[in-house]
Each structure stands twice: as structure tokens, then as C-alpha cells.
């Protein structure tokens, strides 16, 4: 099946840092989105992506499609507390699937 | 509340009985996914399904689960015989079209089995 592979798994940053996260696969997708998921919620969609090579930003956010179609970032700059959460990257082809996650802390 | 609702929100069940989870899509939507996360990890996809229709089961378990969406009323996903693995969240997703952009998601349930 197509496997995206998201990393960092974790990371621990001081409020006021950048937050870069990229997903890659061994599969071409005609969508990539990211999802942030809050302890105990579900995932609410940040940014979606539909073409190869398209770079969009939604406030602090910016991602990226890669022109490759196999891969996508995500930052995040000047981070604050409330961007604590888990963050999905989403490939959507023939169907959707999900990275693993990037678990975000941030610390005041 | 014009979103995705799903209940209930925390179930726990006994080893051996049944877990049943519902959800209602979006207004206007007839797409409905059914996600699964354990902890500390991500979302797992189990099944796909349009009104009446099993599109896509390729991520459920041949046994004990089951899901449905009938002509009228919710989407529900059916666990009989619950084992303490199945102890997970369980997201419903719903869109307006076949995988057409941005799946809207519900707040999830939570089964505990003990």
C-alpha cells in the first residue's frame, strides 16, 4: 500500500522557534494535506495542496507539494504554546492516507 | 452543530461483548471513513462508505468488525467479541465526493475494553 513516511517523529521546541516536518513516499499523490490533531480531538485540516510544486501559506503556516509528488513539508515559524499537538501529513490519491505524526511541544 | 458527530464519545466494554460506535456525516455529505488510532500513533484507515455501499474495507479486520451506512441514519461501526487490542479511538471522516479534497472529522470514540 502507499506508506508515508513523516518525520520528525517528535520534536521539543522553544516558543518563538521555526518547526520544520516533511512527509515522503515511495507512491505519487494528486493531494497532499495536513491535518493537526489536539489531545482528545479529532484532526482539523490546516493546509491542503493540489498541485506539484505549489507553495501556500495559512498564517504562521507554510507548506509545500513537492514537485516530485512524492513528498511535502510543513513549517511553522515563530511557534507559540497553543501549536502543541500532533501534526498529520495526509497523501490523497485513489484514497487517504496518513502519516504516523510529528508530536509537538512547545515550551514556553 | 452542523459538523461530524460521532458517539459515543468514551465507551469501555468487557472482553467479549460487543462495541458499537456511530456517526453521523456532515450535512450534505454521503461519504463516510472509518479511521482507527492507537495510541501514540497514527490513523489507520478501515473502511470506506457511500449510503448503502461498501466502497473500501481494505484496512478492517475480516472478523468481528462490520460496518454499515444505511439509507437513513448514522454510519455505525460493529466490534463484537471485543479483545483488549481493540482498545483505540475511532475516528469517522465524512466529504461531499469520493476523497474530493479535505475530509471533515468527527471528535472520535474512545473504547476501553477490559
Known amino acids: 500500500g502507499q506508506q508515508l513516511n513523516q518525520s520528525p517523529q517528535s520534536m521539543f521546541i522553544q516558543e518563538g522557534e521555526d518547526v520544520s516536518m516533511n512527509c515522503t513516499s515511495s507512491?505519487?499523490?494528486?493531494?497532499w494535506l495536513w491535518y493537526k490533531q489536539d489531545p482528545g480531538e479529532g484532526p482539523v485540516l490546516l493546509i491542503a495542496?493540489?498541485?506539484?510544486?505549489e507553495l501556500t501559506s495559512n498564517g504562521r503556516l507554510t507548506a509545500q507539494f513537492g514537485i516530485t509528488r512524492k513528498d511535502s513539508f510543513l513549517n511553522i515559524s515563530a511557534s507559540i504554546p497553543s501549536d502543541v499537538g500532533i501534526y498529520f501529513c495526509a497523501g490523497q490519491r485513489n484514497d487517504m492516507r496518513f502519516g504516523a505524526g510529528t508530536r509537538l511541544t512547545v515550551k514556553p | 452543530n452542523a459538523g461530524v458527530m460521532q458517539n459515543p464519545r468514551h465507551l469501555v466494554r468487557r472482553r467479549g461483548q460487543e462495541a458499537r460506535l456511530r456517526c453521523s456525516p456532515m450535512k450534505g455529505h454521503s461519504h463516510v471513513y472509518w479511521y482507527r488510532q492507537l495510541p501514540e500513533e497514527g490513523l489507520k484507515f478501515m473502511v470506506y462508505l457511500q449510503k448503502e455501499n461498501i466502497i473500501d474495507e481494505s484496512g478492517m479486520p475480516k472478523e468481528r468488525f462490520s460496518a454499515e451506512f444505511p439509507k437513513e441514519g448514522p454510519s455505525i461501526l460493529r466490534i463484537q467479541q471485543v479483545v483488549r487490542g481493540d482498545s483505540a479511538a475511532y475516528f469517522c471522516a465524512s466529504s461531499p465526493g469520493r476523497y474530493t479534497g479535505e475530509l471533515f472529522f468527527g471528535e472520535g470514540s474512545r473504547l476501553t475494553v477490559l
Open positions: 495542496l493540489y498541485k506539484a510544486g
Open positions: 507512491s505519487i499523490f494528486n493531494t
